[in-house]
């Protein structure tokens, strides 16, 4: 068994006594200016006195905390964890270490007890330990990018105070990374889960709801094609849990797609389309794809989901020539797909541009507008021709401008670039962490804490570790293409569906499968021909996806423009303002 004996944090408090320096600081405590700097952006060079800042601790080691092997010890009646604690002349915490039980039931009569001696173990086998406790007793969910208290709960159907209860530490913000327990586990989950979902996610709801249900030709036969990078003979020999697994040889990023396919083609063959299925491994290379079309396996094929490298999509669609060829995720490179053939469900980053300064000079009437960009010259660029378009609105005649200069943006700079004592509108024109950063933290503690909203053309990587309070209470806006679906029984119908089948919840990969696959196969099945032409213009939604096709006059590939304009509200919770087909 083992035990924390001591642990070292791994920043430190100070309060800054009158005539200090940050540089004076430093030195007393070894450390760079810079450092002090970066972990404090709002506190200046001198601070005033009783200004409390974060100093790294130079004694702190990552990743290490002390642990010992251990003799037992029984509770007694009236026994408490301090009383313990204090006979075996060990720290609370330690033993909490030592037994993980305690953080989930408490001290309990008769519960056998490991006190600790001395022994070396890290933190992450300490916190896997924990975790492993938890699983056995919890559904648990890691936060990852894009993750809301709204989110979750509309996810997994618990309220804001099941959560709390369970997590206390989701009252400061859901942070990334973070482990929070859901719900109990409750005995036979898979089967009850079953029971509601029965054997479709088209079944009626407890409110007489049907889900995905839409009008289809019964009996409409498709001949569907998946073509991927499975790399089955470099898998062949391996378990079917070992190839779906995390840490298998297989690209997660295939399997999870592939997982959700799999339950959008289960729900159309339940509502009457007779769906043929043939998979096809197209490595990461041009002879195993070439090899196929020698083999002529596409001959009969309606539509063809892949190839997943973009290098490969005008090569394959110039040989299938009147077959749709369907590209499931978002490249940089998809903007030279030029075959008429090609669909590309992702929505191209011009569109989102498009939206947010539209969106800018139909509803400014008076703010201060500043343009935040990175230090490369074509953001420079980018940032006069955005300023341009928005100069077509009367009412904005003025924008500022910001660029790092050495590396970073100085605080006197970017306070100068504002309206200390307006409301202001900045926009941020780049997806650099670093600028990303430096911003959020100077609009946190800007003088006489002036109004400001934040906007960006997308939500990408560069707000990872940007806390989803901070942005609800600048009102962030942004355009995407991804959102969860309002409709709880849509959305919990086709969770419950994959985890009745996959025995765990769908990742957000498993999720674009479902959507993709889904919704391309509907709009097929909807008319004799199995075109998609006939559905362009037609909006739709999925379970975290839109869709909305279309296809240029001078031909092209057909492309998505389902874009949405989204806010976070103050109770964290993501409002869509407007959708890019609705009416002008």
């Given amino acids: 068994m083992v035990s924390v004996l001591g642990q070292q944090k791994k920043y430190i408090t100070y309060t800054v006594k009158k005539g200090e320096s940050i540089r004076k600081i430093a030195k007393r405590y070894h450390v760079k200016s810079k450092d002090i700097s970066r972990l404090n952006p709002d506190v200046r060079r001198r601070p005033k006195a009783n200004t409390v800042i974060l100093i790294p601790n130079v004694n702190y080691k990552e990743g290490k905390v002390f642990i010992t092997p251990s003799q037992s010890h029984i509770a007694q009646p009236k026994e408490t964890l301090f009383g313990i604690a204090k006979l075996y002349n060990v720290s609370m915490d330690a033993l909490k270490g030592a037994n993980p039980a305690l953080r989930i039931d408490g001290l309990k009569v008769g519960m056998v007890l490991e006190i600790p001696n001395n022994k070396l173990i890290s933190k992450e086998e300490l916190l896997q330990k924990e975790l492993k406790i938890w699983s056995q007793k919890y559904v648990l969910h890691t936060v990852v990018k894009d993750d809301t208290m709204y989110k979750l709960l509309r996810s997994y159907q618990v309220s804001k105070e099941q959560l709390k209860q ?12 973070m482990v929070l327990k859901i719900k109990e586990k409750i005995k036979k989950e898979i089967v009850e889960v079953e029971e509601f979902v029965k054997d479709t996610i088209i079944e009626k709801d407890s409110t007489g709801v049907e889900m995905f249900v839409d009008n289809l030709i019964y009996g409409k036969t498709l001949n569907v094609a998946l ?11 391996l378990s079917k849990e070992k190839l779906f697994d995390d840490k298998g040889n297989l690209a997660n990023i295939i399997t999870d797609f592939y997982l959700g396919a799999d339950i959008a083609i289960d729900s ?30 596409f001959e009969d094929k309606d539509v063809v989901f892949g190839p997943i490298y973009s290098q490969f999509a005008n090569m394959v669609a110039s040989e299938l020539k009147n077959i749709p060829v369907v590209y499931p995720f978002y490249s940089s490179k998809q903007k030279i797909f030029y075959r008429g053939n090609l669909v590309k469900t992702a929505v191209d980053k011009k569109y989102f541009e498009t939206l947010i300064v539209d969106h800018f000079k139909k509803t400014h009437v ?12 074509v953001s420079k660029k980018k940032m006069l021709a955005i300023a341009a378009n928005l100069k077509e609105n009367d009412s904005i005649n003025e924008v500022s401008f910001l660029q790092p200069e050495d590396g970073y943006i100085d605080r006197e700079r970017f306070v100068a ?6 409301v202001n509108w900045v926009l941020l024109a780049t997806n650099d962490v670093g600028v990303t950063a430096e911003v959020v933290n100077n609009l946190k503690s800007l003088p006489n804490n002036p109004q400001v909203k934040l906007f960006a053309f997308e939500k990408e990587k560069n707000f990872d570790d940007v806390e989803n309070n901070v942005l609800a209470r600048m009102n962030f806006t942004y355009a ?4 969860l679906n309002d409709s709880i029984p849509e959305t919990s119908s086709f969770y419950g569906q994959y985890l009745r089948k996959n025995n765990t919840y769908p990742s957000k990969r498993a999720t674009r499968g479902f959507d993709v696959v889904y919704d391309i196969l509907m709009r097929m099945a909807s008319n004799e021909e199995s075109s ?39 109770d964290l919770s993501i409002e869509v303002i407007k959708e890019v087909n609705e009416e002008k």
């Fill in 268 to 297: 159309l063959r339940n509502q009457g389309v007779a769906i043929h299925v043939d998979v096809f491994d197209s490595e990461k290379s041009r002879d195993s794809i070439q090899a196929l079309f020698d083999l002529k396996v």
């Fill in 417 to 422: 670039a504002v309206d200390t004592l307006g």
């Fill in 532 to 570: 998609l032409r006939e559905s362009y213009g037609i909006p739709s939604k999925r379970v975290n996806s839109g869709f909305y096709y279309d296809k240029k006059l001078l031909g092209g590939p057909v492309f998505n423009k389902a874009v949405y304009l989204l806010k976070y509200n103050e």
């Fill in 480 to 483: 995407g293409s991804d959102m």
């Fill in 366 to 377: 008076n703010e201060h507008v500043l343009i935040v960009g990175d230090k490369k010259i």
């Fill in 227 to 237: 073509l991927m990078p499975f790399k089955f003979a470099k898998n062949d020999t």
């Fill in 166 to 177: 369970l997590n206390p530490q989701v009252s400061e913000g859901l942070k990334l990374g």
